[in-house]
C-alpha cells in the first residue's frame, strides 16, 4: 500500500485500512449525539437530515453500509430540490 510516496510493507496495516475503508463504523459506536434516534430524541426532528430521518425508518444498515448511508443513497438519488419543495 503506498502512503505519501512511500510503500508500507506491513500486510497487517494495509489489511486493516482495506477493511475500515470497507465497513464503517456501525451507528451503534458513533457518539451519541451523532447518532440520528438519540440526536431526534435530544434535539427534535428539525436537527436531523433527510437521510438520518429516512436511517431511523430504515433502522438497520447492509454490510459495509450504515442506515444513515442508505438513507443519504435514497435521498441523493430520489430527492432534489424541486420535489422536496413540492412536498413541503
Request: aromatic share 6%; glycine share 6%.
Amino acid at each position: 500500500m503506498v502512503q505519501n510516496g512511500e510503500r508500507n510493507s506491513d500486510p497487517k496495516l494495509a489489511i486493516k485500512m482495506k477493511k475500515e475503508a470497507r465497513y464503517p463504523l456501525p451507528i451503534r459506536e458513533w457518539s451519541e449525539d451523532d447518532r440520528p434516534r438519540e440526536k431526534l430524541l435530544k434535539y427534535g426532528e428539525h436537527a436531523l437530515s433527510n437521510a438520518e430521518l429516512l436511517a431511523i425508518m430504515i433502522r438497520k444498515g447492509a454490510p459495509g453500509k450504515s442506515a444513515v448511508d442508505i438513507g443519504r443513497r435514497l435521498t441523493e438519488k430520489w430527492f432534489d430540490q424541486k420535489s422536496v419543495k413540492k412536498i413541503t
